[in-house]
């Protein structure tokens, strides 16, 4: 008998089941202080009544999602999410052939640091840069000019075009990640099997390559559309009026109209998306493990056949 087949005493197992609960006790204690008791607030702010100046009052109250229901609010939403789709959808559209890049090159350390420098410098200096770039006078009218492309300025800044741009800067790196962690684990293979099987380049990267990374794009697509989804600083600085966005209006209902219920229904729906996201994550790497490990018992069998 292996000394690794000897189980352990009951007073081990009992220690180290212990070891490993107060282990876990600071992580649950963190998780609990900065993310339960905050949601907790908000979802229970979201159903008072609204103070005389302002705060709440605690009194039982429907008022802030009938507030919701008003025409101008779902106007606001569906701007808010047509901003992120679209933005989603070209940040996606991007990273796929970067991170197929970075997968097939030899270089992907350095690649991965080209990747991960944005993040070394604020958020906020990155979006004064890109205001550089598209102001009335900034480089880019500049260049145009000089080119003789036109003769006045191209109001680049101040639409829902430069918010789109800016958040696409912002997330593409948290989109380029997972799709380059899912194409670095794909077994390339596949795709010589398609083509032999006589599927064109194109056919297996979609039909062979898209379903085999599937977890990273569901990944990165909620990495990206959530924090659009509620973003402020972007459509505050490089945004214009028909840019304003959820995030806009609930900063708006807790500074200045002091309106906190409406705020945090707004913030509800935020967080609503942000669970169904999660929920869409954890199903889409459930189901890749489910048919990964049916895949390798299927191979196990056929081999132990041939044997």
Request: overall charge positive.
């Amino acid at each position: 008998m292996k000394s690794s087949d000897v189980k352990p005493p009951a007073a081990q197992r009992k220690l180290n089941v212990n070891q490993g609960t107060l282990y876990s006790w600071p992580m649950g204690i963190w998780f609990i202080i900065f993310f339960i008791a905050p949601l907790i607030i908000i979802t229970i702010y979201s159903f008072l009544r609204k103070g005389v100046y302002g705060g709440v009052e605690p009194q039982f109250s429907m008022r802030a999602y009938e507030q919701m229901l008003n025409p101008k609010y779902g106007l606001l939403v569906l701007r808010t999410l047509r901003i992120a789709v679209v933005s989603t959808c070209i940040t996606i559209l991007l990273a796929l052939p970067c991170g197929y890049a970075m997968a097939r090159s030899r270089h992907q350390t350095v690649l991965l640091f080209l990747v991960i420098i944005p993040f070394w410098t604020n958020s906020l200096i990155r979006i004064f840069a890109w205001m550089s770039i598209l102001n009335n006078d900034g480089i880019l009218n500049q260049i145009f000019m000089a080119l003789h492309i036109t003769n006045n300025y191209i109001q680049f800044l101040y639409n829902q075009g430069a918010v789109i741009l800016v958040s696409v800067y912002m997330y593409l790196p948290y989109a380029i990640l997972p799709i380059f962690t899912s194409i670095d684990k794909f077994d390339f293979s596949l795709l010589e099997a398609a083509r032999d099987l006589g599927a064109s380049k194109s056919q297996s990267m979609f039909r062979v390559l898209i379903p085999g990374i599937r977890s990273g794009i569901v990944t990165a697509v909620i990495f990206t559309f959530i924090p659009v989804f509620g973003a402020y600083t972007v459509p505050l600085l490089v945004g214009g009026k028909d840019s304003y966005m959820l995030g806009n209006i609930i900063v708006d209902q807790v500074q200045k109209t002091r309106n906190w219920p409406l705020a945090a229904a707004f913030s509800m729906v935020i967080t609503l998306a942000s669970i169904i996201g999660i929920l869409w994550i954890s199903r889409t790497n459930k189901s890749d493990a489910n048919l990964k490990a049916a895949s390798g018992k299927e191979d196990n069998y056929v081999t132990g056949g041939q044997k």
